[in-house]
């Protein structure tokens, strides 16, 4: 039993496994998130690990911690000229769709005699937000591809709603413990919260470009901890001004995105990979703290479906459709919105605070809440791409290759990025030589090509086949041009 091994030997197991379960999630198409949770409960202390785990400040300062890196990162990978056209849409949201989800999921559990109406909308606070580390990994290792604008207006609610759900939260437990709290002070509060949080991000942000630019480290395996530290400093900043920190954060990394620095894709490639490791630890410790036997206990199993029914099928689908009523989106796009409402690690997190503070029936809570986080996940989490292909909202999406070679653009220089393209099996320059090309500008040149399973270095005598993948390089204006002559293809004979 893990309880008597070395921890290292532990910790080491338990990452190992994680990233087996990691890998075989995209197989047998489970979540990840629910492996790692499983693998959590199965090394704790009703599971063979038998780890005694049961301290709940310590696993909400963890999970906490492991949040503000991943919404740090999903902020970094999110693109502000995909995110422009949706960002008033994604704030309404983002804001009235927790708190509209937060009402309406309350009702049905005031009503059933179990919870007073305070801890109703407690409860219900914690449920408000979908889960960034959910949605993001979900789409990701998925590969689902969604029509227009849908994905990025997801990925940023997710990225962008737990500042809102973390606020209800604790106004709810203020609520509970000092009921004559004034309302003006609550949503002043808030108001305070989501303005110097936004704008702690936006400052963060611009300064961090401005400080790698300026601030040169002569060693570049030194810049992930300008990356940490950026991401600590923030958030304390943020937390010092009482701002919101986790909105600090996810604004300072799409400032970041849209900035020009030194080794910014090593940056984000770190980021993506620190974010992995905050998930993995994250679930691993809630799966540790949770005990399995008291969650499959027959009250909480009854309680937990009334509440994922309605949460998934009234809810979500109330608050997203009164919040997109005046928007262009159509009936399909609107419903699979409200398909999208995952709750994943931060209503497991958030439910540690009503046991950080005591609450009589904080227990009993933290197990509902687990158990309707693995019921959303694992419905809705391996539905999402039957969801988009039934509602006609699916598109192709091309999967990343991962070539043996990467590269920072030097801030200032141009404009330049690189570009794939795929050559048809009816394309006109197959079985020509490069050498015999006559379409690449001076500043445009093949980088590399993809065939098959091999990566091949271009010469003058490398013949391009059916199915090749052209990895070009060169300035954003030149590049457009030379990608529709690469597109061209012979034109099939009419014998008519």
């Given at each position: 039993m893990l309880q008597y091994a070395n921890p290292f030997l532990v910790t080491g197991l338990l990452f190992f496994m994680s990233l087996v379960a990691g890998?075989?999630?995209?197989?047998?198409?489970?979540?990840?998130?629910?492996?790692?949770?499983?693998?959590?409960?199965?090394?704790g202390v009703n599971g063979p690990g038998g780890?005694?785990?049961?301290?709940?400040?310590?696993?909400?300062?963890?999970?906490t911690f492991a949040l503000a890196f991943i919404l740090f990162s999903g902020g970094f990978q999110t693109k502000w000229a995909d995110v422009k056209p949706i960002v008033t849409q994604g704030v309404v949201l983002s804001t009235l769709g927790v708190f509209l989800t937060a009402v309406v999921l309350a009702i049905p559990i005031a009503f059933l005699d179990?919870?007073?109406?305070?801890?109703?909308?407690?409860?219900?606070?914690?449920?408000?937000?979908t889960d960034a580390a959910a949605v993001f990994s979900i789409l990701r290792t998925q590969k689902i591809g969604i029509k227009g604008g849908l994905k990025p207006l997801l990925?940023?609610?997710?990225?962008?709603?737990?500042?809102?759900?973390?606020?209800?939260?604790?106004?709810?437990?203020?609520?509970l413990k000092s009921p004559d709290v004034p309302l003006v002070q609550l949503?002043?509060?808030?108001?305070?919260?989501?303005?110097?949080?936004?704008?702690?991000?936006?400052?963060?942000?611009?300064?961090?470009?401005?400080?790698?630019?300026?601030?040169?480290?002569?060693?570049?395996?030194?810049?992930?901890?300008?990356?940490?530290s950026i991401v600590m400093t923030t958030f304390g900043l943020a937390e010092t001004f009482y701002g919101n920190a986790y909105l600090a954060l996810?604004?300072?990394?799409?400032?970041?995105?849209?900035?020009?620095?030194?080794?910014k894709y090593s940056l984000q490639r770190f980021h993506d990979g620190f974010s992995w490791l905050m998930q993995i630890i994250m679930f691993l410790v809630l799966g540790l703290f949770v005990t399995p036997r008291d969650v499959i206990r027959l009250p909480v199993i009854r309680v937990g479906l009334m509440i994922s029914f309605f949460l998934m099928f009234v809810a979500r689908p109330v608050a997203v459709f009164a919040c997109t009523f005046m928007s262009k989106f159509s009936l399909r796009e609107k419903a699979f919105i409200s398909w999208t409402g995952l709750r994943g690690a931060t209503p497991i997190i958030l439910a540690t605070y009503p046991l950080t503070e005591g609450h009589p029936q904080a227990s009993y809570m933290f197990n509902i809440v687990f158990f309707v986080v693995l019921s959303s996940v694992m419905l809705q989490g391996k539905t999402l791409a039957k969801a988009a292909k039934l509602l006609q909202l699916d598109a192709w999406v091309r999967e990343s290759k991962a070539y043996p070679l990467s590269f920072d653009r030097t801030p200032g220089a141009?404009?330049?990025?690189?570009?794939?393209?795929?050559?048809?099996?009816?394309?006109?320059?197959?079985?020509?030589?490069?050498?015999?090309?006559?379409?690449f500008p001076d500043g445009v040149t093949i980088l590399l090509i993809n065939r098959g399973t091999k990566f091949i270095i271009p010469k003058g005598?490398?013949?391009?086949?059916?199915?090749?993948?052209?990895l070009i390089f060169g300035e954003r204006a030149l590049l457009s041009g030379v990608e529709s002559k690469l597109l061209q293809v012979i034109e099939p004979e009419n014998n008519a």
């Open positions: 890998t075989l999630s995209e197989k047998i198409r489970v979540p990840a998130l629910v492996l790692f949770l499983g693998i959590g409960m199965m090394a780890l005694n785990f049961s301290d709940a400040k310590l696993a909400n300062e963890i999970g179990v919870f007073s109406y305070k801890d109703a909308f407690l409860l219900a606070a914690i449920f408000s937000s990925e940023f609610e997710s990225g962008s709603n737990d500042p809102m759900a973390v606020f209800l939260t604790i106004a709810a437990i203020s609520w949503v002043l509060k808030f108001v305070v919260q989501m303005l110097v949080g936004g704008l702690m991000g936006v400052l963060m942000g611009r300064l961090a470009c401005f400080m790698i630019q300026r601030l040169k480290v002569s060693n570049e395996a030194l810049y992930p901890v300008w990356g940490i996810y604004v300072c990394g799409i400032v970041m995105n849209n900035g020009d620095f030194l080794y141009g404009t330049e990025e690189t570009r794939e393209v795929d050559l048809a099996a009816n394309s006109v320059y197959v079985g020509k030589m490069i050498s015999e090309l006559r379409i005598n490398t013949k391009l086949e059916a199915g090749d993948t052209l």
